[in-house]
């Protein structure tokens, strides 16, 4: 095996350390002892020769870009490295050593079929245990090739740390030389939450009945549909501030309907107040596009008829992690 300069001096001071320990018995030991310490000095000074002389290797290696892993709404993504320091040209080839690409607790295992690496060029697939072919004919000369390993069209990943073991295989094309490393693959995948709101908002129009009913009670126009995307349990909150304002009447809220991953919402009406947080709903991870559909009611108070006039009472939205 040859070995590279940094290993090699690690070697001369560990050859040192023996010849001197070597030296140090020898000269204690009586004539026939000597003869065989000899041998072992010879031998030692051999080996010490051959691996300072050899030629230096270099290895093609692959190591991460930076610390970033980057989530999108359809998986996670992380830049990595493959280099080498002589000109030479090689076909780079990389294995799976898993069937699935697993969080470090085990329940989560993303088959195989969605991850893949981009050589920049395209999205290289992994099968089984094969080989797959990242570059065909490359040369680095010290400039690394920057490839991106990435898990797609999952959906949101759910939080956790994630690992998939790789071997890449490196065939020296001058030389049919073929070294082979291994490299685990870990991917961060930190909280990420976020939601959208369909429409400008929830409006109010006053009918001319409503206008001269006491007792009114009317919904707004159109549902509010609020989409969720969150790779952790998640709470939906309506929260109102200090500052909510002169209402007409009184408010209420409620949900009519969620999709598959909302696991409770509210379904009675309940009275917005000033400084007040209400869990609209409830879900588990991973939850990507997910529907909340939300209603409001505004009713006369105190049997009276709801005043004429434009109000504009705000609200918040506000996406937490459910511990």
Request: proline residues 2%; aromatic residues 10%.
């Amino acid at each position: 095996m040859k070995l590279n300069i940094i290993q090699k001096e690690e070697i001369f001071k560990k050859y040192i350390e023996v010849l001197l320990q070597i030296v140090t018995i020898w000269i204690g030991y009586p004539e026939r002892e000597r003869f065989f310490m000899k041998k072992t000095l010879i031998t030692t000074l051999i080996l010490f020769a051959w691996t300072m002389f050899s030629p230096a290797f270099s290895a093609v290696e692959m190591d991460y870009q930076d610390t970033i892993t980057t989530i999108t709404s359809l998986g996670v993504e992380r830049k990595l490295i493959i280099n080498s320091n002589d000109d030479s040209r090689y076909r780079i080839e990389v294995r799976s050593l898993a069937n699935t690409v697993s969080n470090s607790s085990g329940t989560v295992e993303i088959p195989l079929a969605n991850f893949v690496i981009n050589n920049n060029t395209q999205d290289i697939d992994f099968i089984d245990s094969e080989f797959s072919t990242l570059y065909s004919n490359v040369t680095f000369n010290g400039v690394p090739q920057i490839v991106t390993a990435k898990i797609k069209d999952y959906g949101m990943v759910p939080m956790g740390t994630y690992n998939i073991g790789l071997q890449m295989q490196a065939t020296n094309l001058d030389t049919s030389e073929i070294t082979s490393t291994m490299f685990n693959l870990r991917l961060v995948v930190e909280k990420t939450q976020n939601i959208a709101i369909t429409g400008s908002g929830s409006q109010f129009n006053m009918s001319a009945s409503n206008a001269l009913t006491k007792n009114a009670r009317i919904t707004n126009e159109s549902n509010l549909p609020i989409t969720v995307n969150s790779n952790c349990n998640w709470v939906l909150v309506l929260k109102t501030d200090a500052e909510f304002g002169t209402t007409p009447g009184n408010y209420y809220v409620r949900t009519i309907g969620g999709s598959s991953n909302v696991t409770q919402r509210l379904q009675e009406n309940v009275l917005l107040e000033e400084s007040k947080e209400i869990i609209l709903a409830k879900g588990n991870a991973f939850s990507s596009n997910e529907e909340v559909d939300v209603q409001f009611t505004l009713e006369s108070r105190d049997g009276e008829f709801i005043p004429a006039g434009n109000y504009n009472n705000r609200v918040k939205y506000l996406i937490r992690e459910d511990s």
